[in-house]
């Protein structure tokens, strides 16, 4: 039987990095990978005429360990085109059309309290779980918003630039995701705006994860689903779809929490792990890439929390043999609630968000359907975060796991992969060495 110190299950953000640590450190590693591809959550593929990223797009300077990692493999930024106009729900339930600054206007009251107590909720970043979140935890995104009374236009406004964030119905996700990520930036709401959506990696993810991957030493064994992971002592069992067994020393689970019941672990998983799998965490929503014929003006288009698309925006200036085309990137807060098959559901849906646009070809992945992460972003339901957050970094025997699930500063984001690959390799390194 093969054998090695370590398997790495997952050659997502988080897998990458925990393999290059262990390699680096002397080990030998395996990193075993179910897709034919690396990069997990993040994906550049080539779609309506561009290369798209299917799953994660920005990264910010105030992510610590992305920008880390950025700056090791000299991956440069490039903006997002910024908006000269914008539209939103206005307060008769139709699109309304003004300026960024209008829109900026109207929101900034709203997402100022959303947060005003963030410094005492969660003083440090870092520690997302220590303060008067411990309290706050059971409230949803939507109760702090109710409690603000605002008027339809701005509530409306606030709500929809919240599920642009969190990509879920915010009464199923906890205040504890606005809280954790705006303490993340040191308590500026405008800070996380930017940080969540505006930079983007020139030669996009795949360059990224590209890089990573030509410093992993062991090999990254791709099309390899694992099954069976079944512990024997100061050893592992890792057994593959195909039959295949390998036997490790440790072994690196960096798989979401909603898909982690694809393995069978034996002993079973910490009951924290099988909860959180049975509940799921509350992001279910939707990232669409839509073709609109001819250059558009730039905007950004907010419609509300129940809308198929929430949230739109012009992101690429095209053309082909057909003619000058805009790429658009839309996000709504329930998978389900768009046919990608029906172009008229879709141009409804984006007549509703910004009107006098032709829509003629929308391309997306569905990953809540996709068996191997079942989640999009990971945004936690109300409190979710302080119950489970320290036991979820937990070793179990000879398993750890490191996801962005388990993250302390950028949970949900790339930057948090990395703060769990780089963790739990150095607990691995520390324990084996
Ligand atoms: C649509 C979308 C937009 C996003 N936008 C952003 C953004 O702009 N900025 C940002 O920072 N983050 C964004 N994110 C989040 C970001 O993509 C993730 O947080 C991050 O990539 C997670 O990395 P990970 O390594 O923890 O998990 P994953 O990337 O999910 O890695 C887990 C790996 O395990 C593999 N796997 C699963 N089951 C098995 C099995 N049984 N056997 C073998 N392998 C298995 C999977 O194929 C996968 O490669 C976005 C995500 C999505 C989906």
């Not at 992305?66 to 699109?95: K, L």
């Not at 085309?325 to 389900?336: A, K, R, S």
Request: a negative charge; one cysteine or more; proline letters at 4%.
């Amino acid at each position: 039987m093969e054998s090695v110190d370590v398997v790495v299950i997952g050659a997502g953000f988080a897998g990458l990095t925990a393999a290059r640590e262990l390699g680096q450190a002397g080990l030998t590693v395996l990193t075993l990978e179910a897709r034919d591809r690396i990069g997990g959550r993040t994906w550049t593929d080539h779609r309506l005429g561009h290369d798209l990223e299917m799953g994660a797009n920005w990264i910010h300077w105030v992510q610590p360990h992305v920008w880390a990692e950025a700056t090791r493999y000299g991956r440069e930024i490039t903006r997002s085109p910024s908006a000269d106009e914008a539209y939103w729900r206005g307060s008769d339930g139709t699109p309304r059309k003004g300026t960024l600054a209008e829109f900026m206007e109207l929101i900034g009251d709203g997402q100022q309290r959303i947060i005003d107590d963030v410094r005492s909720a969660i003083p440090r970043g870092v520690e997302p779980t220590v303060g008067e979140i411990q309290d706050l935890d059971r409230l949803s995104i939507q109760d702090r918003i109710d409690e603000l009374e605002l008027a339809p236009e701005a509530q409306a406004a606030n709500e929809s630039v919240w599920v642009g964030h969190v990509n879920a119905p915010l009464a199923q996700t906890g205040l504890s995701s606005a809280l954790r990520w705006v303490a993340a930036t040191g308590g500026h709401w405008q800070l996380m705006h930017e940080a969540s959506a505006t930079y983007r990696v020139v030669d996009g993810m795949r360059g990224f994860t590209d890089a990573i991957a030509r410093d992993v030493r062991g090999e990254i064994r791709l099309n390899t689903v694992v099954s069976a992971v079944t512990q024997h002592g100061s050893s592992a069992i890792i057994e593959t779809v195909a039959g295949d067994l390998v036997r490790a020393r440790r072994v690196v689970s960096t798989l979401p929490a909603n898909a982690i019941a694809g393995i069978t672990f034996e002993p079973e998983l910490p009951a924290v792990w099988r909860h959180l799998n049975a509940e799921t965490v509350a992001s279910q929503g939707t990232k669409v890439w839509l073709r609109a014929a001819g250059h558009l003006p730039r905007f950004f288009a907010y419609a509300s929390q129940s809308d198929p698309i929430s949230v739109l925006k012009a992101e690429f200036y095209c053309s082909d043999e057909a003619g000058d085309y805009t790429i658009l990137v839309g996000f709504g807060p329930d998978h389900t609630l768009l046919d990608l098959d029906d172009l008229a559901a879709v141009q409804a849906a984006v007549d509703a968000c910004r009107p006098g646009i032709t829509i003629t070809e929308v391309t997306a992945h569905d990953w809540m359907t996709d068996p191997l992460s079942l989640n999009t972003w990971m945004t936690h339901r109300p409190g979710q975060l302080t119950r489970d957050l320290a036991k979820l970094r937990e070793p179990a025997g000879n398993v750890h796991f490191a996801t962005t699930d388990n993250a302390n500063l950028w949970g949900g984001f790339i930057d948090g992969a990395i703060e769990s690959g780089l963790r739990e390799a150095r607990r691995i390194i520390d324990a084996l060495r």
